[in-house]
């Protein structure tokens, strides 16, 4: 039996526009949702649901699970709402594992206070027990955000420093891996497997999840910036999302009940050469438009990628087609600091009023992150990878009243674990004709965000002399 706390939820308009990387008050488990300059930032638990996997379970029972709680916590919250917009009213942050059975496990997270912010309105909501003076429940961090936006007082984050990091496996333990998996493509057991790498990180100094979010928001802001249950990360792919909320996709629209899905797959490193005067890695604005061009044409030209990108695409199409009416734009390069990668937007309409978390779960996996076909590639991945994926390749967001939301896949991402501890994660698409060497460069340039965020500049060039 569902145990559901008793909530009341008031949302009221701002008078003024915050900026929302000036109000991260927590160094630790903070929370917030950012694209460009929209989005949350939120303090506190109001309420909050941990799904601990059992061995019977199915691969969606954790997402049904979840579902089933934020429905009756929905039914039973007073809701007081003077915005009545996308994101105001009761609002959940939430993160899955990428496994059924993972440890890891998965959750939803009611805050007490959320300062939002979309299309040049801004709001802040405060959510509490029904039968209690909220004020008086407030957290310290929950506190300390409501006086952030209220009093606009900035906060000093905490420097940290990176002593070592671990990579696992060893570069020449994964590239081994890369050829085990395409000799079992090649052998017609597999059309696409996605294989990842981890880095474990470690400070002498307490890390502080501000400076990271901060960090990644001010050099990747197309993304989709995240800080959920210590999953800190810049995600270009949205695995589910209600359309209305997309506004850079021409498939997105506030009609009927879709839902708006952007497939990455295929992908072209272009942080590969060193500015000779300081050392450090050159983004996409060193390069002239001619080279950037040149780039993408290489990427559109390259068979490995297309057809990585065809099997990503058929894997949502096909899913999404069996609960509501498709469409697909045409396959696009999309253009990020580190890398390019091939993209297609898919778009579904809904033949009933499924949840946004529930149709999550139903495309998790895509073969963008598993490969394909789904089952069996997901035992050949538990086979040969060597450490758990924790909530990294799974779906990460938020849900609001109204069944509004956002679920990215968790990419270019770090687990803080603890107040000294971290993990990192990136992946490559292997197919029958992947090069070890290549898929190693390009899981190097995916971990750019996180080591640049973690200010780790020189692994790569002092571990690997």
């Known amino acids: 039996m569902l145990t559901i706390p008793h909530l009341r939820s008031q949302t009221s308009a701002l008078p003024f526009l915050p900026k929302l990387e000036d109000l991260f008050t927590s160094p630790r488990q903070q929370l917030a949702w950012i694209h460009g300059e929209d989005g949350f930032v939120a303090a506190g638990t109001a309420a909050r649901k941990d799904y601990t996997p059992a061995s019977s379970d199915s691969s969606t029972a954790r997402f049904e699970a979840l579902t089933q709680w934020w429905q009756a916590l929905e039914d039973d919250a007073e809701v007081r709402d003077e915005v ?5 009213g009761l609002l959940a942050f939430g993160s899955f594992s990428f496994a059924p059975h993972s440890p890891a496990g998965s ?6 206070v959320l300062v939002g912010r979309r299309q040049g309105k801004a709001w802040l909501t405060i959510i509490g027990p029904i039968d209690d003076d909220v004020f008086n429940t407030l957290a310290p961090e929950a506190q300390a955000l409501l006086d952030a936006v209220l009093k606009r007082e900035h906060q000093e984050y ?20 890369v050829e085990r998996a395409s000799q079992t493509i090649r052998a017609g057991e597999a059309d696409k497997i996605v294989l990842s790498r981890t880095l474990a990180l470690h400070t002498s100094t307490q890390i502080d999840e501000r400076q990271i979010l901060s960090r990644l928001h001010q050099k990747y802001p197309s993304t989709w910036i995240f800080a959920i249950d210590g999953l800190i990360g810049a995600s270009p792919e949205m695995l589910a999302a209600s359309a209305a909320i997309i506004d850079d996709s021409p498939l997105s629209g506030t009609e009927g009940n879709k839902v708006f899905a952007r497939v990455l797959a295929g992908t072209l490193p272009i942080q590969q050469n060193s500015d000779p005067a300081t050392g450090s890695s050159l983004s996409h604005n060193a390069y002239s438009h001619a080279e950037l061009d040149e780039k993408s044409r290489l990427l559109t030209a390259s068979e490995k990628d297309q057809l990585e990108h065809q099997v990503a695409v058929e894997s949502v199409v096909s899913t999404l ?10 396959t696009f390069v999309l253009t990020l600091p580190n890398v390019l990668h091939l993209a297609t937007d898919v778009v579904a309409d809904l033949f009933d009023s499924s949840s946004i978390i529930d149709i999550a779960g139903l495309l998790h996996p895509t073969a963008a992150l598993g490969g394909s076909p789904k089952d ?6 538990d086979t040969i990878e060597v450490t758990d994926r924790d909530r990294y390749g799974a779906p990460v967001g938020w849900i609001s009243s109204g069944n509004f939301g956002q679920w990215c896949v968790a990419l270019r991402c770090a687990r803080i674990d603890s107040n000294n501890t971290a993990r990192a994660w990136a ?15 390009e899981t190097e340039a995916k971990f750019e965000p996180v080591m640049d965020a973690f200010q780790i500049t020189d692994f790569y060039d002092s571990t690997r002399k």
């Open 84 to 88: 009545r917009t996308i994101g105001t």
């Open 376 to 381: 069996a590639v997901l035992e050949i991945i």
């Open 427 to 441: 992946g490559g698409g292997i197919m029958g004709d992947s090069v070890p060497s290549i898929e190693l460069a």
């Open 158 to 177: 905490g420097e940290f420093t990176v002593d070592s990091v671990e990579e696992i496996p060893d570069v020449l333990e994964w590239q081994a891996q």
């Open 107 to 112: 959750s939803l997270i009611v805050p007490q």
């Open 321 to 330: 087609t069996k609960v509501g009416k498709v469409e697909t734009s045409g």
